[in-house]
C-alpha cells in the first residue's frame, strides 16, 4: 500500500467529527486534480498544481500491519483514512480498514465518493466522510459526480457529505445534487474552501446563512484554525 503519511494523536478537523482526537493515516495517489487540493503531495507528479512532488520521496510501501503498529502508539480510538483518494487503493484500503476495525478502532473513511464502497469494506468502516468536487474544483460535474456511487454510500447509512462551498451559489448547487439523489439535508456539511484561516473565514461568511437556510450543517476547518493548514497536522 503506497502510504504518504501517519500522523496523531490530533484532531479531526472537518465534517460530523469535527474536534475528535484521532490518528491519521494518508494514503498516497488521487483520480481527481483539484485546483485548491491541500495535500497535492500525494498525487501532483507533474507540477500541475505548483509544484512538482516527487513520488519517491512521497510515498512509502507500507503494509496494513506496520500501519497498525504506527496508529497503536498513538492511543487513539477513532483512525481516519484519507488522502489522495483512499478509493484508488481500493483492496488495501479495505483490507486496512477490516484490520483496524478487528482491533476495535473506529474507522473513518474520507473519500470523493466516485467509486462505490464494496460489502467488505462498508462492514469494517464506521462512518464514511464522502466529499464530491463541485467546479470550484476545477473539474467538470460530469466527471466528478457518478450518481451510482453517490447512491451506494448513501444506502450504506454510514455516509455523511461533505460538500467544499466558496459562495452562495455553491451552495445552490449542492441542494441541487442533494435533492436529485435523495440526499437528506440532515447528512450533509457545507464546508468552506480554504488554506489559511483568512480564506476559510471569507468563505464561511458567505456560505454559513445560505446553507443554514437549506436545512444544511456547516463544518470548520478547525486543523487550519489552529496549525492553519501546517502539514501533519
Ligand atoms: S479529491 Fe481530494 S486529494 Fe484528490 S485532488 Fe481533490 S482535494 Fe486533492
Same mark, same amino acid.
Given at each position: 500500500?503506497?502510504? %504518504?503519511?501517519?500522523f496523531g494523536?490530533?484532531?479531526?478537523? /472537518?465534517?460530523p467529527?469535527? =474536534?475528535?482526537?484521532a490518528?491519521?493515516? $494518508? !494514503?498516497?495517489?488521487c483520480d481527481l486534480?483539484c485546483?485548491?487540493?491541500?495535500?497535492?503531495?500525494?498525487w501532483d507528479?507533474?507540477g500541475r498544481?505548483?509544484?512538482?512532488?516527487?513520488?519517491?520521496?512521497?510515498?512509502?510501501?507500507?503494509?496494513?500491519?506496520?500501519?497498525?503498529?504506527?496508529?497503536?502508539?498513538m492511543?487513539?480510538?477513532?483512525v481516519?483514512v484519507?488522502?489522495g483518494?483512499?478509493?484508488?487503493?481500493?483492496?488495501?484500503?479495505?483490507?486496512?480498514? %477490516?484490520?483496524?476495525?478487528?482491533?476495535?478502532y473506529?474507522? /473513518?473513511?474520507?473519500?470523493? =465518493?466516485r467509486?462505490?464502497?464494496?460489502a $467488505? !469494506?462498508?462492514?469494517?468502516?464506521?462512518?464514511?466522510?464522502?466529499?464530491p468536487?463541485l467546479?470550484n474544483?476545477?473539474?467538470?460535474?460530469?466527471?466528478?459526480?457518478?450518481?451510482?456511487?453517490?447512491?451506494?454510500?448513501?444506502?450504506?447509512?454510514?455516509?455523511?457529505?461533505?460538500?467544499?462551498?466558496?459562495?452562495?451559489?455553491?451552495?445552490?448547487?449542492?441542494?441541487?445534487?442533494?435533492?436529485?439523489?435523495?440526499?437528506?439535508?440532515?447528512?450533509?456539511?457545507?464546508?468552506?474552501?480554504?488554506?489559511?484561516?483568512?480564506?476559510?473565514?471569507?468563505?464561511?461568511?458567505?456560505?454559513a446563512?445560505?446553507?443554514?437556510?437549506?436545512g444544511?450543517?456547516?463544518?470548520?476547518?478547525?486543523?487550519?484554525?489552529?496549525?492553519?493548514?501546517?502539514?501533519?497536522?
Amino acid at each position: 500500500m503506497k502510504v %504518504s503519511e501517519i500522523f496523531g494523536p490530533t484532531i479531526q478537523g /472537518e465534517g460530523p467529527s469535527t =474536534g475528535r482526537r484521532a490518528g491519521f493515516v $494518508r !494514503l498516497g495517489r488521487c483520480d481527481l486534480a483539484c485546483r485548491w487540493c491541500d495535500t497535492a503531495y500525494t498525487w501532483d507528479w507533474s507540477g500541475r498544481n505548483g509544484v512538482r512532488y516527487d513520488p519517491v520521496q512521497e510515498l512509502h510501501d507500507m503494509g496494513p500491519d506496520k500501519v497498525a503498529e504506527a496508529v497503536a502508539d498513538m492511543g487513539v480510538s477513532l483512525v481516519v483514512v484519507t488522502g489522495g483518494e483512499p478509493f484508488v487503493q481500493l483492496d488495501e484500503l479495505t483490507d486496512l480498514a %477490516s484490520g483496524l476495525a478487528s482491533e476495535g478502532y473506529e474507522v /473513518e473513511v474520507e473519500t470523493n =465518493g466516485r467509486h462505490a464502497p464494496p460489502a $467488505r !469494506l462498508v462492514l469494517a468502516v464506521t462512518t464514511f466522510n464522502v466529499s464530491p468536487k463541485l467546479p470550484n474544483s476545477g473539474q467538470e460535474l460530469s466527471v466528478t459526480i457518478r450518481q451510482e456511487a453517490l447512491r451506494a454510500f448513501l444506502a450504506t447509512e454510514k455516509a455523511y457529505f461533505k460538500f467544499v462551498c466558496c459562495d452562495a451559489a455553491d451552495v445552490e448547487l449542492t441542494a441541487g445534487i442533494c435533492g436529485n439523489l435523495g440526499i437528506p439535508a440532515s447528512r450533509v456539511w457545507v464546508m468552506p474552501e480554504g488554506r489559511s484561516r483568512v480564506a476559510v473565514q471569507g468563505h464561511l461568511q458567505a456560505v454559513a446563512g445560505p446553507a443554514i437556510a437549506k436545512g444544511f450543517n456547516i463544518s470548520a476547518r478547525l486543523h487550519v484554525d489552529i496549525w492553519g493548514g501546517r502539514r501533519g497536522h
